[in-house]
């Protein structure tokens, strides 16, 4: 039975807009009392990203990027904005504590490790890193300045299912994790796509780019520290005319604990669906198994957030549309205030960065 009935959040036929908003904002902190910037708009997640922050309280003072069609779309959308002229006036402003942004992925580390100089805390888009070296330059960074390198793992951070999900397991519903599945299909929408969108250098590949969502969603369920690639293979099926593109990626993966995850990902959402892309886990535990249809329960319910459980209590169909709200970004937003770890640890977003570019860089090519 349906034990919760919400309403949908937001829904949106091509991830790069995907930008949440809360029916149940809860701000943690005054007007002015946790300032923030934008800057880098090259992903349209930057939206979900501000959203998240201005919902948890969080005031946003500035935006910068050097295209100005990209700051003025920006400044619709949040009229309260103001343009700053070039980066240095974000950076060297002290009221601002946190920047976020969303770049061109192969140039998201070198903006984080900028705006920490600057003794400001930064939150990127996903992927973070495009590489080891990247990685290994930023955990440098943060023993450095003490400031935060945090990510917008959106698949689970930006998904009312997902965190219900989260809420269920810690509960024990259904005992010890064994084994995390995940698919995340998004649409291509090729022509839509910024040039960067097709050349590996910058995009980093599948398994790096989306599949970072899936890896850190294991990490995160199962209750890992660490994990090993045991395997994982990347292709390009279907688009011959992106030869940088791989439009098919999987994974294997073994956490610290014993639990295993098997994710894939995809550009092969059809246009018949009725969201960019159906992201669905499958959650197995001693007691029960949970599974979650993130964006929507197809030809059933165009809403998405629900969450079916089976455990020795029965069965079980949550819709949490509207229910949960994101916690995630007042938890961040208290951290940087305090200097505390509950939104997420920082070696848990550097851990699932890291383990996403292993497996793009073993991976089998299928040709």
């Known amino acids: 039975m349906t034990e919760t009935i919400g309403t949908p959040h937001f829904q949106n036929k091509d991830g790069m807009t995907y930008a949440p908003t809360s029916t149940k904002p809860v701000p943690v902190c005054g007007p002015g009392e946790f300032v923030f910037a934008a800057a880098g708009l090259d992903h349209g997640h930057i939206?979900?990203?501000?959203?998240?922050?201005?919902?948890?309280?969080?005031?946003?003072?500035?935006?910068y990027d050097?295209?100005?069609?990209?700051?003025?779309?920006?400044?619709?959308?949040?009229?309260?904005v103001q343009a700053a002229s070039s980066l240095d006036v974000?950076?060297?402003?002290?009221?601002?504590?946190i920047v976020a942004a969303a770049a061109i992925?192969?140039?998201?580390?070198?903006?984080?490790?900028m705006v920490m100089d600057h003794g400001k805390d930064y939150f990127t888009d996903k992927t973070p890193f495009t590489t080891l070296e990247q990685i290994a330059s930023a955990r440098a960074k943060v023993l450095e300045t003490g400031c935060k390198y945090m990510v917008y793992y959106s698949e689970r951070l930006h998904s009312e299912s997902s965190i219900y999900a989260g809420q269920l397991i810690q509960d024990g519903a259904i005992g010890r994790v064994l084994q995390v599945i995940g698919t995340g299909p998004h649409r291509l929408n090729?022509?839509?796509?910024?040039?960067?969108?097709?050349?590996?250098?910058?995009?980093?590949?599948?398994?790096?780019?989306?599949?970072?969502?899936?890896?850190?969603?294991?990490?995160?369920?199962?209750?890992?520290?660490?994990?090993?690639?045991?395997?994982?293979?990347?292709?390009?099926?279907?688009?011959?005319?992106?030869?940088?593109?791989?439009?098919?990626g999987d994974a294997t993966l073994i956490g610290d604990n014993g639990a295993t995850?098997?994710?894939?990902?995809?550009?092969?959402t059809p246009n018949g669906l009725g969201t960019w892309g159906d992201g669905r886990a499958i959650v197995l535990g001693t007691d029960g198994y949970i599974e979650l249809r993130k964006y929507i329960d197809v030809?059933?319910?165009?809403?998405?957030?629900?969450?079916?459980?089976a455990n020795h209590e029965g069965e079980h169909h949550f819709a949490v549309a509207g229910q949960v709200g994101f916690p995630f970004f007042g938890e961040l937003i208290l951290d940087c205030l305090n200097r505390t770890e509950n939104a997420m640890t920082q070696e848990h977003a550097f851990k699932a960065a890291e383990l996403c570019i292993q497996a793009q860089n073993i991976a089998v090519v299928i040709k």
């Not at 939206?47 to 935006?63: F, R, S």
């Not at 050097?66 to 619709?76: E, G, I, M, S, W």
Request: net charge negative.
């Open 47 to 63: 939206y979900g990203q501000c959203n998240g922050l201005i919902e948890a309280g969080g005031t946003l003072k500035w935006v």
């Open 66 to 80: 050097p295209d100005p069609l990209k700051v003025a779309a920006f400044c619709r959308t949040y009229p309260q």
């Open 90 to 97: 974000i950076l060297h402003d002290e009221e601002v504590r």
């Open 105 to 113: 992925p192969s140039e998201r580390c070198a903006l984080g490790l």
């Open 190 to 248: 090729a022509t839509s796509r910024p040039d960067w969108f097709f050349r590996k250098a910058q995009y980093g590949g599948i398994l790096c780019d989306i599949g970072s969502h899936q890896v850190e969603q294991f990490l995160y369920y199962a209750g890992c520290k660490d994990a090993r690639v045991a395997h994982s293979k990347v292709a390009n099926y279907n688009n011959p005319d992106y030869p940088e593109l791989e439009d098919y």
């Open 261 to 268: 995850n098997y994710f894939r990902v995809d550009w092969f």
């Open 299 to 309: 030809a059933r319910d165009p809403r998405g957030d629900h969450v079916y459980m």
